[in-house]
């Protein structure tokens, strides 16, 4: 995302996770997309410095975002707009205790891209997409966000961004646990027999949260959807499961348990989906 802002024009800089030496302001970065190859110099911080943020994209993951929000907390302010950038739902309120909510936007995105080999700069860009933007209750984008729409970066205004987060947040709850906890690849869950009849069962539970929230037309055909995002990524490894094999902390409280919490309010029951949570919650406890 970081070189996609610099090759449009904007001022980039990445703020960094670790303190850095004062001879590490910038980071060399590589991509690579079909037979293209650049290289970037993107500027670097820490984020314990004193000045302020007017701009800033979340790009961690979703059970990461309250931290990292924490981090940079002392360099917000009335004027910095924030856009979370991950998948599941459930951080608004972790970013509220740290900015209001209109300084807050979300964003849905379809590009893709994966570190080579660790810690290697080069990245590779795996898809290239479009990025759904949006802020609950705001049909319109504000002036502030219009050189982001107007450029090449791919940003689309959602005037209706929350019914993306949960059609993406459907398809997640369906794929991405049953990879981590079987090892597969997305597409196994449609060849599979097996495999396929326990996919059917989380999303006929996904169909009914749906339809309890209000979200009537996400409900409808569920299946039929996520059976096509499964074979149109069928050789993918869901990031679930990657996060799985590589023994990491995965977003399952914000994808599959923000769906269970969101169903016992509308009087649902999960099993299912409890199950799952269930399951990836005792891989990650043993880990090691």
Known sequence: MATKFFEAGFTVTLV???Q?????????VTREHLSERKSFTLPCEPANLPSPIQRLIVTTKSNQVQQALA????????QTKVILLHNGMGTLKAAEEHLSAAQIYSAITT?????????SRQLIYAGQGTTEVGQLGQPMPPAWMHSLLDSSLGFIWHSDIATVQWRKLLINCAINPLTAIHGCRNGELISDPALKAQLRLVVAELEAVANAVGHHRLGENLFDLVEMVAT???ANYSSMQQDVQ???ATEIAYINGYLCEQARLVGVETPMNS???AAIKHLEHNYG
């Open 20 to 28: 850095l030496e004062p001879a590490s302001a910038s980071l060399e």
């Open 246 to 248: 590589h023994q990491r």
């Open 232 to 234: 149109h990524t069928q």
């Open 16 to 18: 960094t996770r670790s």
């Open 275 to 277: 199950g799952l949570v």
């Open 111 to 119: 590009e893709g891209a994966y570190q080579q080999t660790q810690p």
């Open 71 to 78: 981090d940079v907390s002392p360099r917000l302010n009335a």
